[in-house]
């Protein structure tokens, strides 16, 4: 596993950040994970009139991993606001669970944590088998 640099993930999420497109709400978020090849994937939110609709900034990043060739998030970070560390929402934590799993590391205001403690008894593909 490709060590990881949490400062780096925040700063490629940062800057993600300040492309985000929120003219509705005005809260800017960014997101940046690292693949187990040791690429680094980011995505910012992007709203919609029709609100529902609207992209959380993990969509972006797992869309970017899969354009990308696939593969297994092995650490996640994501900033609002400010810049500050945020967790993703319930939505988004099942998102994160397709593409990494419950030894996905999250990193939180709290500290990095698994993905298993922040979702646990997650709904995955094994149970669809």
Not at 63 to 83: I, N, Q, Y
Not at 84 to 98: K, N, V, Y
Not at 104 to 125: D, H, N, R, W, Y
Request: with cysteine; glycine share 14%; charged share 20%.
């Amino acid at each position: 596993m490709p060590e990881i640099d949490w400062e780096g993930l925040r700063a490629t999420a940062r800057s993600v950040m300040a492309r985000a497109y929120a003219p509705y709400s005005n809260y800017r978020v960014g997101a940046a994970a690292l693949a187990d090849d040791g690429r680094v994937v980011s995505g910012c939110n992007v709203e919609n009139a029709g609100y529902g609709v609207t992209l959380c900034a993990e969509c972006g990043l797992i869309s970017e991993l899969v354009a990308g060739g696939g593969g297994r998030l092995v650490a996640f970070t994501c900033v609002g606001g400010e810049g500050d560390l945020i967790t993703p929402c319930g939505r988004c934590r099942q998102l994160l669970f397709e593409h990494g799993g419950n030894e996905l590391l999250v990193e939180t205001p709290l500290g990095v944590v698994t993905l298993e403690e922040m979702l646990p008894q997650a709904f995955g593909p094994a149970d669809l088998a």
